[in-house]
């Protein structure tokens, strides 16, 4: 009888260290949480990073992340756009959300979908100049225009031929009004004038443009992703050249303090530096 408790006891002092010796196994084996891909970028006035994942929307300032509300939804529709207004004001925008303008003293969402004629907005824009002129795309139903910060909207044209997924305004020297409307499409890039006289090819560009920035202190240099490739127009969309990344790019935006700074699938940022390099940005 001693023997068979002695031998119990010694499979439960067994077991136990066998439990103690596999935890730590256990415990790094649980699945993490995936990576979560930047959707979008813009830059407060404060130099900040505002960062659209799947995840939430994030300003990145001085190594620190902290979160800010999305903008509420029946639907349940989460933003795909941020924009930034010539005087600093932040904009959202998506399918089943419409346009939306952030306002910092009550740390809330306005609705500025009033006078549009549906909520399927896939690209915005505003004015690289006018604070009050913001650029809506909804599809079938062309651009509208809003020259009062989205009190009223009023369709100004039917767009290029081929879906626009992206699009911005610059002040580009050279158009018969205040300035530019650069679209990435299905097809390329494609251009036309504010005053929307024609749109066109910008260059041979081809593929599905997936996000498209600009350098608003040299406008000439526009830059469009393609398939997660980055492509630089150094002559107003002309002639393009691809520029080597660490990763395959979601998103981008030209910060005033950092430069270009890219978006990737993994969640990473990175900022361009002096001589091509790309180096991390801190969160």
């Known amino acids: 009888m001693n023997t068979l408790v002695q031998l ?4 439960r002092q067994l077991c136990a260290f066998l439990l103690a010796i596999s935890l730590p196994a256990l ?15 813009t830059t407060s006035p404060s130099g900040a990073l505002l960062v659209l994942r799947d995840n939430g929307l994030f300003t990145v300032k001085d190594g ?26 932040l904009y959202a925008a998506g399918p089943g959300l419409g346009v939306w303008r952030y306002n910092n003293a009550s740390t809330s969402w306005q609705s500025l979908n009033a006078t549009l004629p549906g909520r399927g907005v896939t690209a915005m824009a505003t004015h690289a100049t006018q604070p009050g002129t913001l650029y809506a795309y909804l ?15 009023v369709k100004v044209d039917s767009g290029p031929r081929e879906p626009v997924q992206t699009f911005l305004h610059s002040d580009m020297p050279g158009s018969m009004e205040s300035g530019w409307l650069f679209a990435g499409t299905t097809r390329g890039v494609a251009r036309s004038m504010d005053c929307f006289c024609l749109w066109g090819d910008a260059g041979d560009l081809r593929g599905k443009v ?7 202190g040299a406008p000439e240099n526009v830059y469009a992703v393609i398939k997660g490739q980055l492509h630089h127009s150094a002559d107003g969309g002309e002639t393009w050249t691809s520029i080597k990344t660490p990763q395959a790019i979601t998103a981008l935006d030209f910060s005033p303090s950092r430069g ?24």
Request: overall charge positive; aromatic content about 6%; glycine content about 14%.
């Open 8 to 11: 119990a006891r010694s499979g």
């Open 139 to 153: 599809g079938k139903d062309g651009i509208f225009r809003s020259r009062d910060a989205g009190v009223k909207w």
């Open 64 to 89: 620190t992340s902290t979160a800010i509300p999305l903008p509420p939804s029946q639907q349940q529709a989460r933003p795909t756009v941020l924009a930034k207004g010539a005087d600093g004001s």
């Open 210 to 216: 997936s996000a498209i920035s600009y350098d608003p």
């Open 260 to 283: 270009l700074v890219i978006g990737t699938a993994s969640g990473s940022l990175f900022a361009l530096g002096n001589g091509g390099n790309w180096r991390p940005v801190d969160e």
């Open 27 to 41: 415990v790094q084996a649980q699945p993490t949480e995936g990576p979560h891909p930047v959707k979008a970028l």
